[in-house]
């Protein structure tokens, strides 16, 4: 049975940084492609950032560019997303998924397996 689960939310100021994790286990970690989403209630859900399966290629949606990045610890089964310079417009409920053998694309109707999410607010 795969699992995906999230962690490293929280509150953070303006400014300042945290990273997330994503841990999935059921799956050849090494074979998936993996993303990072995020959705506040209603309101349409965004790609943040994906990475494809072999690793080499990752996308950024343009909010993100320059103060996000994504990484991967093969080994460990887990998925990063190191966020620095936070600002309000970051809040959000921030969700990990996989597929198999996937591109950099990210698209959320592209990935199988979803986590639970992890809520990010930033705010003095």
């Known amino acids: 049975q795969v699992q995906v689960v999230e962690s490293g939310g929280g509150l953070v100021q303006p400014g300042g940084s945290l990273r997330l994790s994503c841990t999935a286990s059921?799956?050849?970690?090494?074979?998936?492609?993996m993303g990072w989403f995020r959705q506040a209630p209603g309101k349409e859900r965004e790609g943040v950032s994906c990475?494809?399966?072999?690793?080499?290629?990752?996308y950024y949606a343009d909010s993100v560019k320059g103060r996000f990045i994504i990484s991967r610890d093969i080994a460990k089964k887990t998925l990063y997303l190191q966020m620095n310079s936070l600002k309000p417009d970051d809040t959000d409920m921030y969700y990990c998924?996989?597929?198999?053998?996937?591109?950099?694309?990210?698209?959320?109707?592209?990935?199988?397996?979803w986590g639970q999410g992890t809520q990010v607010t930033v705010s003095s």
């Open positions: 998924a996989a597929r198999a053998f996937g591109d950099d694309n990210c698209s959320g109707s592209n990935f199988n397996y």
């Open positions: 990475i494809n399966w072999r690793g080499g290629s990752t």
């Open positions: 059921g799956l050849t970690f090494a074979t998936y492609a």
